[in-house]
């Protein structure tokens, strides 16, 4: 069955290079990329827009507010998930890895509250073809959360678990270090309006739990991901020691270094380097830690992650191209396409290239911010 279809007169940002030319895909695959324009009266002319790969999101939290779009509001979970699907496409993400807590600083926490309902809607929504983009699962795990290891059985053997990443937010851990014990009592007693007495309290039993089962469950997790080829993600690593360690347990990508330290040497271990988006457009990270923008001109910044905003993903990865460092428009392209999909084992999208999926992205540039106008996922036009 021929399903061919043309796009030319577009500038695709290819692996190495940018070129102005033609590309041809059919029943949802890449047939042939060239530098002629062509003149088959069903191709496309682009105009001189952009065609790049589909955006690759390895992290986000973006479908939790549609499923609690305010504190104790419930909302149906084929909607949050219709609406959250709709946010990624429009942002020109074509895979997403959507992430669900096992576990938090508090054991009942909306998160956890909603964990098995966002899993469900996740995967029947996916399985059922009502998404425009892939969804696949990212598995939080927060090894000081005395009760992970029932969320992570439960839920290790789910379709479309592709990426596990292992935390400790416990203070005196990665993100909060002992010496900055403040920030994390300015954070949390805020963020659940505890008293002076009660956040003494919660500090000593976060840190009875890290130290009584963070070690643990940590090895537990990365043996059994291991055994089933899922990729790992360290999260937050702060010091040598702790990239180190991550290496150790055969992890993929260090999520959010908080240091130069731990960037430049997880980078150099063979983890990809991921940095927030927001970081980038925001021009730094909203706690204080480095921002995304040095490690890329250090050159150790391997991903970007939208987070909590999915069009910063695109954004970033231009803005990124136009600050003084050392990656051109396609380096920094691959940090939100093809490293990304390297990192968590999917090798047949990310790049255009002849035998890669059709999952692309026409982007009109602009003055102002570059403009998603089309997207198409596995040869579909889906926006």
Known sequence: MNNEQILTNARLVLADREITGTLVMNNGVITDINEQISTAPQAEDLG?????????????????????????????????????????????????????????????????EKLEAMVA??????????????????LRCE??????????????????????????????????????????????????????????????????????????????????????????????????????????????VAEFPTTVEAAQASH????????GAPNVVRGGSHSGNVAAHELARLGCLDILSSDYYPSSLLQAAFRIARLDNGYDL??????????PAQAAGLDDRGTLAVGKRADLVEVKPDAALPLVERVWCAGKRVF
């Open 48 to 112: 001189g827009h952009y065609l790049l790969p589909g955006l690759v999101e390895l992290h986000t939290d973006n479908q939790e507010k549609y499923f609690t779009p305010r504190p104790k509001v419930d909302w149906p979970a084929e909607m949050a998930m219709m609406t959250h699907d709709a946010q990624l496409v429009a942002a020109g993400i074509t895979t997403v890895f959507d992430s669900v807590a096992l576990g938090d600083v508090i054991g009942d926490s909306t998160r956890v």
């Open 143 to 252: 090894v000081s959360f005395p009760g992970l290891m029932a969320f992570f059985e439960r839920f290790i053997d789910t379709p479309g678990v592709g990426l596990v990443s292992v935390m400790d937010h416990a203070p005196g851990q990665r993100q909060f270090p002992a010496e900055n014990i403040q920030k994390y009592r300015d954070y949390y007693q805020g963020k659940y309006s505890l008293t002076d007495e009660q956040m003494d309290i919660f500090i000593v039993e976060q840190q009875a739990n890290s130290a009584e089962f963070a070690d643990r469950f940590r090895r537990t997790i990365c043996a059994a991901c291991d055994e089933r080829g899922i990729a790992l993600a360290s999260h937050d690593d702060a010091t040598l020691a702790h990239a180190q360690e991550s290496a150790s347990f055969n992890m993929k």
């Open 330 to 339: 396609p380096q920094a392209i691959a940090l939100v396409t093809a490293n």
């Open 121 to 138: 809607a996740i995967v029947e929504s996916e399985q059922a073809g009502r998404n425009r983009v892939q969804h696949l699962l990212h």
């Open 268 to 275: 150099r271990l063979g983890l990809k380097v991921l940095m």
